[in-house]
Antibody
């Protein structure tokens, strides 16, 4: 059974940093591109970032470019999102998503940016 | 950035009837479009990819069509569990973008 379990969310002050993690299991993690998608509670979805299977290529939404960094540890089946210079507009549930068309999403972790 | 526009914002349909949801791209995305279903408190669920290919476990009453800039998700014989929010999303180039969603509600 495929599992994607996010962690690391919480309350952070504007201008602060947070690192999200996603623990993957049940599939060959190193074969798949991985994504981060976020959703403001009660609102729509936004693609945040992707990383190629070997970490060699990354992409970011314009709104997070230069502030967020995606990375992965294939040996330990972990995906990360380092988020810096956070603002209230980054408040959202952050989902870890397996690439391809498997339809595998984590349950999400809530990030709240507020003073 | 490609803008995805879904219509209508809310669709009221009776159980057993057909629902037709639309998604328009601001420029061609070929057939690189997916549809998701989302229920309250849950992560999105992939329904359709490649504009018309049903994902694993997607019931046959769901069908997708279209290419280029105009896409449709059709749900035949609506069941109670189908009432949810539906999102389209392209993956033709980066950044991938979502539509704003269509809420399918019981009439």
């Amino acid at each position: 059974e495929v599992q994607l379990v996010e962690s690391g969310g919480g309350l952070v002050q504007p201008g602060g940093s947070l690192r999200l993690s996603c623990a993957a299991s049940g599939f060959t993690f190193s074969d798949d591109r991985m994504h981060w998608v976020r959703q403001v509670p009660g609102k729509g979805l936004q693609w945040v970032s992707l990383i190629d299977h070997d970490g060699g290529g990354t992409k970011y939404a314009y709104s997070v470019q230069g502030r967020f960094t995606v990375s992965r540890d294939n040996a330990n089946k972990m995906l990360y999102l380092q988020m810096n210079s956070l603002s209230a507009e980054d408040t959202a549930v952050y989902y870890c998503v397996r690439g391809g068309f498997s339809g595998d999403w984590g349950q999400g972790t809530l990030v709240t940016v507020s003073s | 950035e490609i803008v995805m526009t879904q219509s209508p914002a809310t669709l009221s349909v009776s159980p057993g009837e057909r629902a037709t949801l639309s998604c328009r791209a601001s420029q061609s995305v070929s057939s690189k479009l997916v549809w998701f279903q989302q229920k309250p408190g849950q992560a999105p669920r992939l329904l359709i990819y490649g504009a018309s290919t049903r994902a694993t476990a997607t019931p046959a009453r769901f069908s997708g069509s279209g290419s280029g800039t105009e896409f449709t998700l059709t749900i035949d014989s609506l069941q109670s569990e189908d009432f949810a929010v539906y999102y389209c999303q392209h993956y033709n180039n980066w950044p991938y973008t979502f539509g704003q969603g269509t809420k399918l509600e019981i009439k």
